[in-house]
């Protein structure tokens, strides 16, 4: 089973928070394992004990060549002793990217399949040809968002979380933003910052919550306009603010979704958003483990990760 760190809320301090009359707070999730990080560790920790209740020794997941999923998989497994098997969205490419390597390292079995191959990935008969070829294992989704995954996520918020006003974080497939949601006090606000462009994450986040049995709690929102271009797109102001960032609090974040997620933040700040004396709390999911392959990929240097 996996084991957590201690995770600290750390208060930021900056002239633009104090003149909107707001305290901002950061949960740092990056830190809760040094191998598994942010969000993923609790959608991991109950499959994980899953696999082993059912007498799994290999897990099967799905991922992106730069995936957080794919690499937190391969080093969860690694921790729990057992196989893993990453089927990759592409072909393969050498030498493999950081985020493969380091994968690969820990164990896992890496997998290719080309993109309309892959977009079978939730067919029951594709599903049988990977048990045909692969044996048994303990299947998990692609992001890692199950039913399991949120009763992680729902663990995030801690009792000293109560005083919150604000819940701030990014959305990707919407089991952390599920968990959230879920475990939130009624009159706390949530809200949630997409990566992806488009609308369509209003209805799958209903989905998440209904296939829990619930209602759909109160007082959540989800934010579509700061996705900068896309799914891992970026534009020079994100970078430009990721440094920013950095530099004022000593916190690193990532393209893909901190540094969106904290963007939108302080611009909702900065435009009267929140009302004065609101208590925010900025969830830092990880994801840091993809600046190494974003600098391969474009040039450009983010601040370290440790």
Not at 8 to 24: I, T
Not at 108 to 117: A, D, G, I, K, P
Not at 174 to 203: P, R, W
Request: glycine share 10%; with cysteine.
């Amino acid at each position: 089973m996996l084991v957590s760190y201690p995770v600290s809320n750390d208060l930021l301090v900056d002239p633009a928070f104090e003149a909107a009359g707001v305290e901002v707070w950061i949960k740092r999730l990056d830190q809760i394992h040094p191998k598994v990080s942010g969000n993923k560790f609790y959608k991991l920790k109950y499959n994980l004990t899953e696999a082993r209740k059912q007498g799994q020794q290999t897990i099967l997941t799905f991922g992106g060549a730069y995936s957080n999923h794919i690499l937190a998989t391969a080093k969860a497994a690694e921790s729990c002793e057992l196989k893993s098997i990453g089927i990759i969205r592409g072909e393969q490419t050498l030498p493999l990217n950081p985020t493969l390597a380091a994968a690969k390292k820990s164990g896992m079995q890496l997998v290719y399949l080309n993109r309309e191959r892959y977009r079978t990935k939730t067919d029951p008969n594709f599903i049988k040809e990977l048990q045909n070829l692969y044996g048994k294992f303990y299947l998990i989704p692609e992001g890692g968002t199950n039913g399991l995954a949120i009763r992680g996520t729902r663990e995030i918020l801690t009792r000293e979380d109560k005083t919150f006003t604000h819940i701030f974080t990014c959305v990707g497939t919407g089991g952390t933003f599920a968990g959230l949601a879920l475990s939130k006090k009624e009159q706390q606000n949530l809200i949630g910052v997409s990566s992806l462009k488009g609308d369509f994450i209003h209805d799958e986040i209903a989905a998440l919550i209904s296939g829990q049995g619930l209602a759909s709690p109160a007082n959540v929102e989800i934010l579509t306009d700061f996705h900068f271009g896309g799914y891992a797109k970026f534009q020079p102001d994100l970078i430009d603010f990721i440094w920013d960032f950095y530099e004022k609090h000593r916190v690193p974040l990532d393209p893909i979704y901190t540094g969106k997620t904290a963007f939108a933040l302080v611009h909702k700040i900065k435009t009267g958003f929140f009302p004065k004396g609101s208590k925010i709390l900025l969830i830092h999911t990880g994801g840091l483990q993809g600046n190494g392959g974003f600098t391969e990929r474009t040039g450009i240097k983010l601040p370290p990760s440790a």
